[in-house]
Protein backbone atom coordinates (compact mmCIF):
# COMPACT_ATOMS: atom_id res chain seq x y z
CA UNK A 1 0.00 0.00 0.00
CA UNK A 2 1.07 3.12 -1.23
CA UNK A 3 2.43 5.56 1.91
CA UNK A 4 0.05 8.14 0.29
CA UNK A 5 -3.25 5.53 0.67
CA UNK A 6 -2.09 4.81 4.32
CA UNK A 7 -2.31 8.38 5.71
CA UNK A 8 -5.48 8.70 4.07
CA UNK A 9 -7.03 6.23 5.86
CA UNK A 10 -5.56 7.02 8.89
CA UNK A 11 -7.55 10.76 8.69
CA UNK A 12 -11.07 8.86 7.95
CA UNK A 13 -11.06 7.29 10.69
CA UNK A 14 -9.49 9.11 13.24
CA UNK A 15 -9.32 7.38 17.21
CA UNK A 16 -11.23 9.81 18.41
CA UNK A 17 -13.34 10.85 15.59
CA UNK A 18 -17.45 11.39 15.25
CA UNK A 19 -19.16 7.53 15.05
CA UNK A 20 -21.20 7.69 11.96
CA UNK A 21 -23.88 5.39 10.81
CA UNK A 22 -21.72 3.49 8.05
CA UNK A 23 -22.29 -0.08 8.78
CA UNK A 24 -18.91 -1.74 9.04
CA UNK A 25 -18.69 -3.89 6.06
CA UNK A 26 -19.32 -0.41 4.38
CA UNK A 27 -16.08 0.84 6.08
CA UNK A 28 -13.82 -2.20 4.98
CA UNK A 29 -15.16 -1.80 1.64
CA UNK A 30 -14.94 2.14 1.48
CA UNK A 31 -11.14 0.75 2.97
CA UNK A 32 -12.24 3.02 6.19
CA UNK A 33 -11.81 0.66 8.90
CA UNK A 34 -8.00 -0.17 9.43
CA UNK A 35 -6.90 -3.95 8.68
CA UNK A 36 -6.54 -5.66 11.67
CA UNK A 37 -9.69 -8.33 12.87
CA UNK A 38 -8.50 -7.02 16.58
CA UNK A 39 -9.33 -3.25 15.16
CA UNK A 40 -12.69 -4.25 13.28
CA UNK A 41 -13.73 -5.78 16.24
CA UNK A 42 -13.32 -2.66 18.35
CA UNK A 43 -15.24 -0.15 15.85
CA UNK A 44 -17.79 -3.16 15.56
CA UNK A 45 -18.39 -1.96 19.28
CA UNK A 46 -17.82 1.47 18.63
CA UNK A 47 -20.38 1.08 15.41
CA UNK A 48 -23.19 -0.30 17.62
CA UNK A 49 -23.05 2.75 19.80
CA UNK A 50 -23.16 5.16 17.02
CA UNK A 51 -25.62 3.86 15.00
CA UNK A 52 -27.75 6.30 16.70
CA UNK A 53 -25.46 9.13 16.91
CA UNK A 54 -25.55 12.10 14.83
CA UNK A 55 -23.34 11.55 11.55
CA UNK A 56 -21.29 14.69 11.91
CA UNK A 57 -21.29 17.47 14.36
CA UNK A 58 -23.53 19.67 12.40
CA UNK A 59 -26.62 17.29 11.84
CA UNK A 60 -29.69 17.78 13.50
CA UNK A 61 -30.89 15.70 16.00
CA UNK A 62 -34.72 14.88 15.35
CA UNK A 63 -37.27 17.13 16.00
CA UNK A 64 -41.21 17.48 15.60
CA UNK A 65 -42.87 20.50 14.21
CA UNK A 66 -45.90 20.45 16.17
CA UNK A 67 -46.35 21.09 20.33
CA UNK A 68 -45.38 17.56 20.80
CA UNK A 69 -42.86 15.56 22.49
CA UNK A 70 -40.15 13.93 20.33
CA UNK A 71 -41.22 10.30 19.45
CA UNK A 72 -37.60 8.96 19.92
CA UNK A 73 -35.00 11.02 21.83
CA UNK A 74 -30.89 9.41 22.33
CA UNK A 75 -29.03 11.23 24.79
CA UNK A 76 -25.98 12.78 24.05
CA UNK A 77 -25.40 14.40 27.63
CA UNK A 78 -25.24 11.95 30.80
CA UNK A 79 -29.29 11.20 31.40
CA UNK A 80 -29.43 12.80 35.23
CA UNK A 81 -27.34 15.91 34.39
CA UNK A 82 -30.25 18.11 35.77
CA UNK A 83 -31.44 14.94 38.07
CA UNK A 84 -32.75 16.51 41.77
CA UNK A 85 -33.07 20.15 39.64
CA UNK A 86 -36.38 21.97 39.08
CA UNK A 87 -36.87 24.57 36.31
CA UNK A 88 -39.02 27.28 36.12
CA UNK A 89 -40.11 28.25 32.26
CA UNK A 90 -42.28 31.24 30.77
CA UNK A 91 -43.41 30.44 27.62
CA UNK A 92 -42.66 26.83 28.35
CA UNK A 93 -46.30 26.10 26.88
CA UNK A 94 -45.16 25.57 22.99
CA UNK A 95 -42.57 26.34 21.05
CA UNK A 96 -38.98 26.46 22.00
CA UNK A 97 -40.01 26.88 25.44
CA UNK A 98 -41.70 23.47 25.38
CA UNK A 99 -38.88 21.48 23.96
CA UNK A 100 -36.66 23.16 26.94
CA UNK A 101 -38.93 22.00 29.01
CA UNK A 102 -39.27 18.21 27.83
CA UNK A 103 -35.16 17.96 27.14
CA UNK A 104 -34.84 19.21 30.96
CA UNK A 105 -37.37 16.69 32.05
CA UNK A 106 -35.63 14.10 29.91
CA UNK A 107 -32.55 15.05 31.82
CA UNK A 108 -34.18 14.13 35.46
CA UNK A 109 -35.48 18.09 35.90
CA UNK A 110 -38.38 18.85 36.90
CA UNK A 111 -40.42 21.67 35.88
CA UNK A 112 -42.48 24.78 35.99
CA UNK A 113 -44.16 25.85 32.79
CA UNK A 114 -45.69 29.39 32.85
CA UNK A 115 -47.80 31.26 29.78
CA UNK A 116 -51.14 33.50 29.79
CA UNK A 117 -52.79 30.40 28.50
CA UNK A 118 -54.31 28.16 30.94
CA UNK A 119 -55.56 25.64 28.84
CA UNK A 120 -52.38 25.12 26.82
CA UNK A 121 -49.97 25.31 29.96
CA UNK A 122 -52.46 22.53 31.26
CA UNK A 123 -51.99 20.30 27.82
CA UNK A 124 -48.50 20.76 27.52
CA UNK A 125 -47.68 19.78 31.24
CA UNK A 126 -49.51 16.24 30.41
CA UNK A 127 -47.73 15.53 27.24
CA UNK A 128 -44.47 16.06 28.97
CA UNK A 129 -45.41 14.08 32.03
CA UNK A 130 -46.36 11.13 29.40
CA UNK A 131 -43.18 11.56 27.64
CA UNK A 132 -40.56 11.61 30.10
CA UNK A 133 -41.98 10.41 33.52
CA UNK A 134 -40.97 13.86 35.52
CA UNK A 135 -43.41 16.37 37.26
CA UNK A 136 -44.88 19.40 35.37
CA UNK A 137 -46.22 22.04 37.14
CA UNK A 138 -48.60 23.90 34.47
CA UNK A 139 -48.89 28.15 35.60
CA UNK A 140 -50.86 31.16 34.64
CA UNK A 141 -48.86 34.22 34.25
CA UNK A 142 -48.64 37.17 32.78
CA UNK A 143 -44.92 38.65 32.81
CA UNK A 144 -45.98 41.88 32.91
CA UNK A 145 -47.89 41.73 35.82
CA UNK A 146 -45.65 40.80 38.93
CA UNK A 147 -48.00 39.45 41.35
CA UNK A 148 -48.63 36.78 38.90
CA UNK A 149 -45.52 35.82 38.83
CA UNK A 150 -44.74 35.84 42.40
CA UNK A 151 -47.86 33.82 42.87
CA UNK A 152 -46.74 31.18 40.38
CA UNK A 153 -43.34 31.12 41.85
CA UNK A 154 -45.01 30.63 45.61
CA UNK A 155 -47.23 27.97 43.72
CA UNK A 156 -43.78 26.19 42.52
CA UNK A 157 -42.04 26.26 45.62
CA UNK A 158 -45.01 25.14 47.58
CA UNK A 159 -44.67 21.69 45.38
CA UNK A 160 -41.18 21.52 44.18
CA UNK A 161 -39.32 23.53 47.42
CA UNK A 162 -36.66 24.79 45.51
CA UNK A 163 -36.05 26.39 41.93
CA UNK A 164 -32.57 26.28 40.67
CA UNK A 165 -33.48 27.12 36.73
CA UNK A 166 -35.01 30.41 35.24
CA UNK A 167 -35.53 29.81 31.57
CA UNK A 168 -36.94 33.53 30.31
CA UNK A 169 -38.65 32.30 27.01
CA UNK A 170 -42.05 34.58 27.06
CA UNK A 171 -41.80 37.00 23.99
CA UNK A 172 -44.18 37.92 21.34
CA UNK A 173 -43.11 39.41 17.91
CA UNK A 174 -44.19 40.65 14.22
CA UNK A 175 -42.88 41.56 11.22
CA UNK A 176 -43.27 45.54 10.99
CA UNK A 177 -41.91 48.71 9.63
CA UNK A 178 -41.23 50.93 12.32
CA UNK A 179 -43.06 53.58 10.27
CA UNK A 180 -45.86 51.87 10.65
CA UNK A 181 -45.69 50.60 14.27
CA UNK A 182 -47.78 52.13 16.69
CA UNK A 183 -46.60 53.37 19.54
CA UNK A 184 -48.90 50.63 21.81
CA UNK A 185 -47.21 48.06 19.75
CA UNK A 186 -43.39 49.46 20.46
CA UNK A 187 -44.28 49.28 24.03
CA UNK A 188 -46.00 46.02 24.45
CA UNK A 189 -42.94 43.81 22.79
CA UNK A 190 -40.68 45.56 25.28
CA UNK A 191 -43.40 45.23 28.31
CA UNK A 192 -43.66 41.15 27.30
CA UNK A 193 -40.27 40.78 26.33
CA UNK A 194 -37.59 43.06 28.72
CA UNK A 195 -39.91 44.31 31.35
CA UNK A 196 -41.02 40.47 31.55
CA UNK A 197 -37.47 39.47 31.83
CA UNK A 198 -36.36 41.95 34.22
CA UNK A 199 -40.10 40.76 36.55
CA UNK A 200 -39.45 37.20 36.28
CA UNK A 201 -35.69 37.63 37.22
CA UNK A 202 -36.38 39.95 40.27
CA UNK A 203 -38.97 37.87 41.84
CA UNK A 204 -36.94 34.33 41.55
CA UNK A 205 -33.95 36.58 42.89
CA UNK A 206 -36.12 37.77 45.63
CA UNK A 207 -38.01 34.20 46.35
CA UNK A 208 -34.93 32.10 46.40
CA UNK A 209 -31.85 32.59 44.03
CA UNK A 210 -30.43 35.44 46.69
CA UNK A 211 -30.02 32.79 49.17
CA UNK A 212 -29.23 29.50 47.56
CA UNK A 213 -28.19 30.90 44.40
CA UNK A 214 -29.08 29.15 40.34
CA UNK A 215 -28.96 29.73 36.93
CA UNK A 216 -30.51 32.14 34.41
CA UNK A 217 -30.87 31.93 30.48
CA UNK A 218 -32.67 34.59 28.77
CA UNK A 219 -34.11 33.75 25.13
CA UNK A 220 -33.07 36.45 22.80
CA UNK A 221 -32.57 36.80 19.14
CA UNK A 222 -29.58 38.05 16.55
CA UNK A 223 -32.23 40.77 15.37
CA UNK A 224 -29.88 43.84 16.74
CA UNK A 225 -26.67 42.70 15.53
CA UNK A 226 -27.13 44.21 12.26
CA UNK A 227 -30.20 45.98 12.68
CA UNK A 228 -32.56 43.48 11.21
CA UNK A 229 -35.17 45.36 9.02
CA UNK A 230 -38.82 45.44 9.99
CA UNK A 231 -37.63 44.55 13.62
CA UNK A 232 -37.17 47.51 15.54
CA UNK A 233 -39.66 46.44 18.16
CA UNK A 234 -38.18 42.74 19.09
CA UNK A 235 -34.60 43.56 18.18
CA UNK A 236 -34.62 46.75 20.64
CA UNK A 237 -35.56 44.16 23.46
CA UNK A 238 -33.98 41.77 22.70
CA UNK A 239 -30.30 43.64 22.88
CA UNK A 240 -31.97 45.24 26.28
CA UNK A 241 -32.14 41.61 27.05
CA UNK A 242 -28.60 41.15 26.82
CA UNK A 243 -27.69 43.62 28.47
CA UNK A 244 -29.59 43.20 31.14
CA UNK A 245 -27.49 39.54 31.36
CA UNK A 246 -24.58 41.08 31.44
CA UNK A 247 -25.41 43.73 34.29
CA UNK A 248 -27.12 40.80 36.22
CA UNK A 249 -24.28 38.30 35.62
CA UNK A 250 -21.83 41.25 37.23
CA UNK A 251 -24.28 42.30 40.18
CA UNK A 252 -25.37 38.52 41.52
CA UNK A 253 -22.29 36.30 40.46
CA UNK A 254 -21.77 36.91 44.30
CA UNK A 255 -24.64 34.97 45.17
CA UNK A 256 -23.82 32.27 43.07
CA UNK A 257 -26.32 32.92 39.96
CA UNK A 258 -24.98 32.29 36.70
CA UNK A 259 -26.97 35.09 33.83
CA UNK A 260 -26.93 34.69 30.07
CA UNK A 261 -28.34 34.98 27.36
CA UNK A 262 -29.22 31.97 24.33
CA UNK A 263 -30.30 33.91 21.02
CA UNK A 264 -31.59 31.22 18.08
CA UNK A 265 -31.15 31.99 14.52
CA UNK A 266 -34.46 30.33 12.62
CA UNK A 267 -35.69 27.78 13.94
CA UNK A 268 -38.33 25.39 12.56
CA UNK A 269 -41.70 24.38 13.99
CA UNK A 270 -42.40 27.13 15.91
CA UNK A 271 -44.62 29.99 15.98
CA UNK A 272 -41.64 32.88 15.40
CA UNK A 273 -40.39 31.00 12.34
CA UNK A 274 -44.49 30.73 11.37
CA UNK A 275 -44.96 34.26 12.12
CA UNK A 276 -41.83 36.05 10.44
CA UNK A 277 -41.90 34.09 7.34
CA UNK A 278 -39.40 31.28 6.93
CA UNK A 279 -41.68 29.12 4.81
CA UNK A 280 -41.18 31.86 2.56
CA UNK A 281 -37.54 32.33 3.19
CA UNK A 282 -36.89 28.14 2.87
CA UNK A 283 -39.17 28.05 -0.61
CA UNK A 284 -36.92 31.23 -1.63
CA UNK A 285 -33.67 29.29 -1.19
CA UNK A 286 -32.88 32.16 1.55
CA UNK A 287 -31.37 29.50 3.85
CA UNK A 288 -28.54 28.81 1.44
CA UNK A 289 -27.13 31.76 2.52
CA UNK A 290 -27.04 30.48 6.44
CA UNK A 291 -23.17 29.37 6.47
CA UNK A 292 -24.64 25.59 7.73
CA UNK A 293 -27.34 25.89 4.87
CA UNK A 294 -30.75 25.41 6.85
CA UNK A 295 -32.76 26.60 10.05
CA UNK A 296 -32.21 24.55 13.09
CA UNK A 297 -34.85 23.35 15.42
CA UNK A 298 -36.09 23.01 18.52
CA UNK A 299 -33.82 20.32 20.37
CA UNK A 300 -30.73 21.98 19.60
CA UNK A 301 -32.11 25.48 21.15
CA UNK A 302 -32.66 22.93 23.95
CA UNK A 303 -29.50 21.20 24.01
CA UNK A 304 -27.91 24.55 24.49
CA UNK A 305 -30.10 25.32 26.96
CA UNK A 306 -29.29 21.98 28.65
CA UNK A 307 -25.49 22.94 28.48
CA UNK A 308 -25.84 26.88 29.85
CA UNK A 309 -28.09 25.06 32.74
CA UNK A 310 -25.77 22.24 33.69
CA UNK A 311 -22.76 22.37 35.52
CA UNK A 312 -20.86 21.89 32.26
CA UNK A 313 -21.15 25.56 32.16
CA UNK A 314 -19.92 26.44 35.68
CA UNK A 315 -17.86 29.40 35.05
CA UNK A 316 -19.62 30.67 31.95
CA UNK A 317 -21.70 33.57 33.19
CA UNK A 318 -22.61 37.34 31.45
CA UNK A 319 -22.45 36.27 27.63
CA UNK A 320 -25.08 35.08 24.91
CA UNK A 321 -24.35 31.63 23.54
CA UNK A 322 -25.58 32.16 19.57
CA UNK A 323 -27.18 29.22 17.96
CA UNK A 324 -27.78 30.20 14.62
CA UNK A 325 -25.60 28.38 12.20
CA UNK A 326 -23.72 31.03 11.57
CA UNK A 327 -27.10 32.98 9.63
CA UNK A 328 -26.59 36.34 11.56
CA UNK A 329 -23.06 36.59 9.74
CA UNK A 330 -24.10 35.95 6.41
CA UNK A 331 -27.92 36.38 5.87
CA UNK A 332 -29.49 39.45 4.12
CA UNK A 333 -30.58 42.42 5.48
CA UNK A 334 -32.92 43.23 2.67
CA UNK A 335 -35.68 45.60 2.93
CA UNK A 336 -37.63 44.44 0.42
CA UNK A 337 -36.97 40.58 0.82
CA UNK A 338 -38.29 41.02 3.98
CA UNK A 339 -41.28 42.63 3.11
CA UNK A 340 -41.89 40.19 0.75
CA UNK A 341 -42.53 38.16 3.56
CA UNK A 342 -44.08 40.13 6.02
CA UNK A 343 -46.94 40.27 2.86
CA UNK A 344 -46.81 36.68 2.25
CA UNK A 345 -47.26 35.74 5.71
CA UNK A 346 -49.78 38.17 5.91
CA UNK A 347 -51.82 36.17 3.34
CA UNK A 348 -51.07 33.05 5.12
N1 LIG B 1 -38.79 30.86 16.63
C1 LIG B 1 -37.67 31.42 16.29
O1 LIG B 1 -37.18 31.20 15.18
C2 LIG B 1 -36.95 32.34 17.27
C3 LIG B 1 -35.81 33.02 16.85
C4 LIG B 1 -35.15 33.85 17.76
C5 LIG B 1 -35.64 33.98 19.05
N2 LIG B 1 -36.77 33.31 19.42
C6 LIG B 1 -37.25 33.46 20.81
O2 LIG B 1 -37.55 32.18 21.37
C7 LIG B 1 -38.60 32.30 22.31
C8 LIG B 1 -39.73 31.32 21.99
O3 LIG B 1 -40.29 31.69 20.73
P1 LIG B 1 -41.20 30.71 19.84
O4 LIG B 1 -40.92 31.03 18.44
O5 LIG B 1 -41.06 29.30 20.32
O6 LIG B 1 -42.67 31.31 20.09
P2 LIG B 1 -43.94 30.94 20.96
O7 LIG B 1 -44.28 29.49 20.87
O8 LIG B 1 -44.99 31.92 20.58
O9 LIG B 1 -43.45 31.23 22.43
C9 LIG B 1 -43.76 32.37 23.14
C10 LIG B 1 -44.36 31.94 24.47
O10 LIG B 1 -44.43 33.07 25.32
C11 LIG B 1 -45.68 33.04 26.00
N3 LIG B 1 -46.05 34.41 26.30
C12 LIG B 1 -46.27 35.43 25.42
N4 LIG B 1 -46.61 36.54 26.06
C13 LIG B 1 -46.59 36.24 27.39
C14 LIG B 1 -46.86 36.97 28.57
N5 LIG B 1 -47.23 38.27 28.54
N6 LIG B 1 -46.73 36.34 29.77
C15 LIG B 1 -46.39 35.04 29.83
N7 LIG B 1 -46.12 34.29 28.75
C16 LIG B 1 -46.24 34.88 27.54
C17 LIG B 1 -46.67 32.38 25.03
O11 LIG B 1 -47.72 31.72 25.73
P3 LIG B 1 -49.15 32.45 25.96
O12 LIG B 1 -49.58 33.00 24.65
O13 LIG B 1 -50.02 31.36 26.49
O14 LIG B 1 -48.92 33.51 26.97
C18 LIG B 1 -45.76 31.36 24.35
O15 LIG B 1 -45.82 30.11 25.02
C19 LIG B 1 -39.01 33.77 22.29
O16 LIG B 1 -38.32 34.45 23.31
C20 LIG B 1 -38.54 34.24 20.94
O17 LIG B 1 -38.32 35.63 20.87
C21 LIG B 1 -37.44 32.50 18.56
Redesign the pocket.
Known amino acids: MREEQRRERKLRIPACSAPDFRSRRALRRRGGGGTSRRAARGRGSLSAAAMAQPRSASQPPPDVDT ?1 DCLGEYRHLFSPDILAGRVAFI ?9 RIAEIFMRHGCRTAI ?4 QQ ?2 AEASKKLVVATGQQCLPLS ?4 QPQTIVAAVDETLKQFKQIDILV ?6 FLCPASALSFNAFKTVM ?3 TL ?1 TFNTSKVLFEKYFRDHGGVIIN ?4 LSYRGQALQVH ?1 GSA ?1 AAIDAMTRHLAVEWGPNNIRVNSL ?5 TG ?4 RR ?1 G ?1 KFAKDSKQFDTIPLQR ?1 GN ?1 TE ?1 AHSALYLASPLSSYVTGTTLVVDGGSWLTSANSFSALLGIASSSAKL
Open positions: DTGGGSGIGFAGRNRVIDVRNGAAGNDIDGITATAKAPGPITEGFLGAKI
